[in-house]
């Protein structure tokens, strides 16, 4: 039974010789990978933090961590924590023009990328340095924050959203609309008082022509003055609405005056 085992012992003691120097050789180069790794972040890790690069300082002390020896990883936790110190902070806060405080949702980039959404009363950490704030796309603000403070206010003032003030949801302007209302009204009031004063008219003829007397002809006078007086007014306020009309293409009016009538016609584009 032994000789039937021993070719298989030979063959198992042939393999094992045969891996050992490359299990080792495996090992070698794992050490040799960490000690490069080790020494690459512990120097730039050194290198970041003077330059106040401390995101890009921390990473590396995170892996100065991990592959550096107990002597040296002792450094890197004493490093960490003087970074972690020196990243200063910021704290947002947005306001409308009257000095009330935005509660609506606002979101806020910093050089161009998102930062956060506002209401956040959280601090948030940033790089040293000179840095642009985008309120909304409505308000912007630059600020300069220095490696250690904590809590720099960054405010802005946002802006409301302006209408134009000559617009309505129709899309059409308010003021001209308003007078061409108004002015439309007079004219009308202008033109059933002209009538009414010739229908009155031929009552007169027909009751007491030629003895009317002037208290049977005053009232048909005064109606037509008073029609006169609202059409020239209700004309005054077309042509001002014509000319603060938007010019896309020119509108335009006719009004024709007698003495006992009224004519008004107005095109618009």
Request: hydrophobic share 45%.
């Amino acid at each position: 039974m032994y000789c039937d085992a021993l070719p298989k012992l030979v063959v198992v003691c042939a393999i094992v010789i045969a891996w050992a120097p490359r299990a080792v050789a495996a090992e070698g180069d794992v050490a040799v990978s960490r000690k490069a790794r080790c020494e690459a972040s512990y120097e730039a890790a050194q290198r970041l933090k003077r330059e106040e690069q401390f995101s890009a300082a921390k990473a590396q002390l995170a892996i100065c961590s991990e592959t550096c020896p107990d002597a040296l990883v002792e450094d890197c936790a004493r490093w960490l924590a003087d970074v972690t110190a020196l990243v200063p902070t910021v704290r947002l806060s947005v306001k409308d023009e009257r000095g009330a405080v935005v509660a609506a949702p606002v979101d806020v980039t910093m050089d161009g990328r998102w930062l956060t959404r506002l209401p956040d009363d959280r601090p948030i950490a940033v790089e040293p340095g000179r840095h642009v704030f985008r309120f909304a796309n409505r308000s912007e603000v630059s600020e300069v924050v220095h490696a250690g403070e904590r809590e720099h206010l960054v405010e802005a003032i946002l802006p409301r959203e302006r209408v134009a003030a000559t617009s309505t949801g129709s899309g059409l302007p308010v003021l001209p609309s308003i007078l061409v209302g108004i002015g439309g009204l007079a004219l009308a009031t202008a033109g059933v008082l002209t009538i009414k004063g010739h229908v009155d008219r031929s009552e007169l003829r027909s009751s007491c022509y030629p003895y009317c007397t002037e208290d049977d002809v005053a009232p048909i006078r005064t109606m037509w003055n008073v029609a006169a007086g609202l059409a020239a007014g209700g004309a005054a306020l077309v042509g001002v609405a014509i000319v603060l009309w938007p010019k896309r293409s020119a509108p335009t009016a006719t009004v024709t005056l007698w003495p006992q009538a009224v004519a008004f016609s107005w095109m618009l584009p």
